[in-house]
């Protein structure tokens, strides 16, 4: 495949005249190959590697989560770099962020050497997912949207299974190390990111974005979904498999082999759960998601309380991730209520709500888990129910000035 000039630049609207593998899909589609090959290398092995090689307990694997997270609070920086960036710049900056971070974490497993490659790949990882939601809903369509992103969960969780295959197999049969695994994990990274910079023109969207900060009272539903989204799903994060290597002493492989069950059923159902967004619509798909969440997230605590084994355990990790795979719904509904100029800054100003309490909760939490970890998901299943009240206040067919079951009578006031 012959590179072109990185600095050549396509409108959306015109892709048609590239070549189909030059198109913005598939620049999405290796983006969101690339990311994963990382973050869930580096999500698989670091409970294992904090507590086997850093010995960490539950009040360090708190701190970790809560610098990892700090970036995600300072994701408005995004709105920054844009003034000087264009927004896919950006995206494959961050990935080589993410590669690398992902790539050296092996060679610091002190407290202080983690906390730096943490917020290093965190950076990546957050600058990179802001860019790329943006990008998302500026360059899909509207009605397309649903089962788009619906396949991209998808290929993301192919990215992720290959990974996981990879590690299991590496850890049975090949005495993988952390060095090497972390290694090549993030040079593979990198090198998609080089073709990802070399390979495509950088694709302007049809509408100019804003560069600033934008607050809308009309989008404080979205603001609110994604605050409750980022405290629940942090806990999942940081507890849920750390639970499984603290209380039932998974290895490497059994935990990533877990996680391979995880993003097999991912690649099954992500699909169709596009298409079932796209049908039921936002509001009735989120409900089902925090529905299902608030019921697991009981049940972890029951796992505390009833001395549940491994093997429910092992069960509610999956269904968890069944139902978080529904949460693209969120994207849709801001894409069909916002005004397409502002799709950028508020994707910027989305990601530091999100992770307001992303920041906080891990480090008070850790504390929490040293005395009474079912506690812990007591919280995660009051934050599912009060997420439930919120899907509620979304219409059934969401637009501009229907941001709510609420502006009907606002417009009519």
């Known amino acids: 495949m012959k590179f072109i000039n990185p600095q050549s630049s396509v409108s959306v609207d015109k892709v048609e005249t590239l070549s189909i593998w030059r198109r913005p899909m598939v620049l999405l589609i290796l983006m969101s190959i690339a990311m994963p090959i990382s973050y869930s290398t580096w999500m698989a092995l670091l409970n294992n590697f904090v507590v086997e090689v850093a010995e960490f307990d539950g009040v360090k694997i708190g701190w970790l989560h809560g610098v990892r997270e700090i970036p ?12 000087f960036l264009m927004e896919v ?26 906390l730096i490659t943490t917020f290093i790949a965190s950076v990546g990882f957050h600058y990179y997912e802001t860019a790329k939601q943006s990008l998302e809903l500026q360059w899909i369509d509207k009605q397309k949207a649903p089962r788009i992103l ?32 972390y290694g090549l994990a993030g040079s593979v990274t990198i090198l ?36 409750a989204a980022g405290a629940r799903r942090q806990i999942f994060i940081v507890f849920a498999a ?11 492989h059994e935990l990533t ?21 796209g049908h039921y619509g936002e509001r009735i798909a989120l409900c089902f998601e925090y529905v299902g969440l608030t019921i697991i997230f009981l049940a ?8 549940w084994g491994a093997g429910i355990a092992m069960t509610l990790y999956v269904l968890d991730h069944l139902f978080f795979a529904l949460a693209f719904a969120q994207k849709t509904y801001f894409q069909k209520i916002a005004d397409p100029s502002e799709i950028a800054s508020t994707a910027a100003v989305v990601f530091t709500i999100n ?17 009474s970890p079912g506690l812990v998901f007591f919280v995660a299943t009051l934050l599912a129910l009060s997420s439930l009240l919120l899907a509620l206040m979304i219409p059934r067919d969401p637009s501009i000035g229907n941001e709510t079951v609420f502006s009907k009578f606002a417009n009519n006031a």
């Open 355 to 371: 992770h307001i309490p992303a920041v906080i909760l891990p480090v008070i939490l850790g504390y929490f888990w040293i005395n």
């Open 192 to 227: 998609i990111a080089l073709f990802c910079w070399l390979g495509f023109p950088k694709f302007k969207s049809q509408n100019k974005q804003e560069r600033k900060m934008i607050f809308r009272k009309r989008y404080w539903l979205y603001y609110a979904l994604n605050f």
């Open 89 to 114: 710049n950006l995206a494959i900056l961050a990935l080589l962020a993410l590669g690398f971070a992902t790539a050296v974490t092996a060679f610091f497993p002190s407290m202080s050497g983690l």
């Open 72 to 83: 995600g609070f300072l994701a408005v920086g995004v709105l920054a770099l844009l003034l």
């Open 257 to 277: 082999a877990l996680f391979i069950i995880n993003y097999i059923a991912n690649m099954i159902f992500a699909p169709l759960m596009g298409v079932f967004v």
């Open 242 to 252: 750390f639970m499984m290597v603290e209380k039932f002493g998974f290895q490497v």
């Open 150 to 181: 619906g396949w991209l969960v998808a290929v993301g969780s192919a990215a992720s299974l290959s990974a996981y295959v990879l590690i299991v197999l590496g850890w049975r049969y090949l005495d993988l190390s952390y060095h090497l695994a």
């Open 300 to 307: 972890y605590g029951g796992i505390y309380y009833f001395g």
